[in-house]
């Protein structure tokens, strides 16, 4: 009786499994990572009693916009598709009548009935479609628990120091590599792979890599209040950090990192400012100014002394004796101390004074041609900016006799005071 009972179970699995499916995934939520694709069955369909995770040769798969699928039989996957539009899967060992011919459905259903006779009339294999959302995962909150170092580079005032900071904001993820994602994440889940159960660990390790990514991001200079400007740059620094884990092992990479606001302890900050404000007493005729700034203050407090105005103006003066420096000094130092430009100077487009041939703080070769009227360099007979004619060149005398050129080529002599020549029209070059 067991089997004949596998017989006829066999019989009508196969004959079951002979429609061809079509599988079909809806938007997916914004929480839905991965999906289980399921049979599309309506009211009217035949296709009701066919066998689970068993997907039929020339079954149809619709991809949408931002999805994915893959099918995995046996539990491998076979088959990978990240195209929008119908799929139609024609390599399955279910083979059917109504797909790729009589003759060949037929002997192929032979071969399935064989073997589900030997598995009880079970159907001895597994087939499963997942749908995968490629989108932009948003509103993934962060903030550090507790300060974090932040080095602040400032090399125009030689400053290198490290805070500590706090920061708080948003970052967005996209699986980027969908088969790995499944092979070391989800597997093969029956039902939705939700983002909850991955975004606690994401979390957690975005923080452990924030204070690398920022020791890469103080390094190119920027400051710690800009860092909210610069989200591009911090991107790249975290994926550069968590790309072992998550994008090697995982397969989501991160898309963008948005930054709420970053502060300081009030000690490392009144700390930055101070140094700050005496760098800027580097310079002399700042220096001069500010002292200038102290004595007229100064002098209005000594007006207003209580043992009298004399009294003030004579403290104020001890002081100023005592200092050794006065603001017109300090003015006099600052002029000596002005570089004078070089004979071979050139200022480039960012407004650096070079000597090379190339800008010192941006690369930019040096500008050869001549300048028109409205400051544009051109190589050309005409301005590429105003469209003005090349100005003509003033003429170059030169003896003809021995030589000898003028120092001003405007204005030549009459004759040659080497040779005692005098200048025509042929000394022109």
Known sequence: MGLIKAAIGSTGSVLADQWREYFYCDSMASNVLVSKGRKRTGSRSSNTKGSDNIITNGSVLAVNEGQCAIIVDQGK????????????????TESTIFYGGLGR?????????????????????????????????????????????????????????????????????????PMLFYKNVCGNISQDYTRESLDSQLKTEFLTALQPAFAQISALGIRYSALPGHTMELAQAMNQELSAKWTGLRGISIVSVGVNSVTASPEDEATIKELQKSAVFRNTGMAAAHMVQAQAEAMKTAAGNENGAMMGFLGMNMAQTAGGLNANALFQMGQQAQPSPAADSWKCSCGAENTGKFCVECGAPRQTGWVCACGAVNKGKFCSECGAKKPAAAPLYRCDKCGWEPEDPKNPPKFCPECGDRFTDEDIT
Request: proline content about 3%; some cysteine.
């Open 105 to 177: 459905g037929l002997l192929g259903s032979w071969e399935n009935l064989k073997r589900r006779f030997t598995f009880g009339a079970d159907t001895g294999r597994d087939q499963r479609v997942y749908f995968f959302n490629l989108k932009e995962l948003l509103g993934n909150k962060y903030g550090t628990p507790a300060p974090i170092p932040f080095r602040v580079v400032d090399r125009n005032i030689g400053l290198d120091m490290d805070v500590s900071i706090r920061c708080n904001g948003e970052y967005s993820y996209k699986i980027s590599d």
């Open 77 to 92: 996957i076979v088959e990978f598709t990240a195209e929008a539009g119908e799929f139609t899967w024609d390599n399955s």
